[in-house]
């Protein structure tokens, strides 16, 4: 049985911890939740069998198996990097964090110090295992486009384009690097910042954002192509009704990788 910390219990965290529930190899102990969050967190979590404890911090001397982090950017910093330091293995949802001048290194310091491991989980986005395969032999280019329901863009450099609540038509909103797509739109730069790393590159990875007000998916399209030929990706991604701008694919994407870890054998 593994015993997991798990940062974060929103949308992703809460359909984690319902998938895991029928898992007998996995338990989450924990979950780590700002202070003024725990008690909508501890009634989110009432008709779990085996509710986890709610805590703002890991207590001291408790060593969980893995962490995984299903909380935002900021929980890199605040959670994620003290972990590792500590020796403990921990995956990541937020990837778009890791588009901070610095944090890969900072990640890549703290692990080594810990004698440990850190592992960043595709999420919404498939083809990871392809696009990073194919950079060994050399790539070419990569081009990603992510299609979103026009107010999945409410909140972001989107509202200064275009008038994302009486849109009639698909329309682009962002085009340019993933390097600049991080910046702007840091919110929705996880994918683009999944396929830089495992592929060109921020400043290669081109990117474009488009809102649709048909669209009522989170649709992400990778084209890429190199010395292995090349591959055309759609994915339209469910969004999860309690977070419309995250993929259901993510949560799946989090409770593959934790089994992963558990089960004999890993796919
Ligand atoms: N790789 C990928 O493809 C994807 C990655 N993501 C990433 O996953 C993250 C979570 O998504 P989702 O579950 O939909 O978001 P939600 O907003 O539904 O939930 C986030 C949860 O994390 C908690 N939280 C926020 N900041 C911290 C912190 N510093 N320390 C501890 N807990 C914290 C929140 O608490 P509170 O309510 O108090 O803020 C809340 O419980 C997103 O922010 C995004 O970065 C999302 C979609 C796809
Ligand atoms: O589709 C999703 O779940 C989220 C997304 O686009 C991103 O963060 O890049």
Redesign the pocket.
């Known amino acids: 049985m593994l015993h997991i910390a798990m940062?974060?219990?929103?949308?992703?965290?809460v359909g984690v911890l319902e998938l895991l529930e029928s898992d007998p190899h996995l338990c989450v102990d924990a979950v780590?939740?700002?202070e003024?969050?725990q008690p909508l967190?501890r009634q989110r979590l009432g008709g779990l069998r085996n509710p986890p404890r709610v805590l703002s911090e890991l207590p001291a001397g408790v060593r969980p198996d893995l962490l995984v982090e299903?909380?935002?950017?900021?929980?890199i910093e605040?959670?994620v990097l003290p972990a590792l330091t500590q020796g403990i293995p921990c995956l990541v949802?937020?990837?778009?964090a890791l588009s901070e001048p610095g944090l890969v290194e900072r990640l890549e310091a703290a692990a080594e110090f810990g004698g440990t491991r850190i592992e960043l989980?595709p999420?919404?986005?498939g083809g990871i295992d392809a696009l990073s395969a194919a950079k060994v032999g050399g790539l070419e280019s990569v081009r990603y486009t992510g299609r979103k329901p026009a107010r999945a863009w409410l909140g972001t450099p989107g509202e200064q384009v275009c008038d994302l609540e009486h849109l009639e038509e698909a329309r682009v909103i962002f085009e340019g690097s993933a390097r600049e797509a991080a910046r702007l739109y840091p919110?929705n730069a996880?994918?683009a910042a999944?396929l830089s790393l495992a592929g060109l590159g921020l400043d290669r990875t081109q990117v474009r954002l488009i809102a649709d007000p048909e669209s009522c998916e989170n649709v992400h399209q990778v084209e890429a192509s190199g010395a292995f030929g090349g591959f055309e990706l759609t994915l339209r991604g469910k969004p999860?009704a309690?977070?419309p701008?995250?993929?259901a694919l993510?949560v799946f994407s989090v409770v593959r990788a934790l089994g992963n870890h558990a089960h004999v054998i890993s796919i």
């Open positions: 940062i974060g219990c929103g949308a992703i965290g780590i939740v700002p003024a969050s967190v299903c909380a935002g950017h900021r929980a605040e959670h949802v937020s990837v778009g989980l999420g919404a986005i919110k996880n994918v999944t999860l309690a977070n701008k995250t993929s993510t």
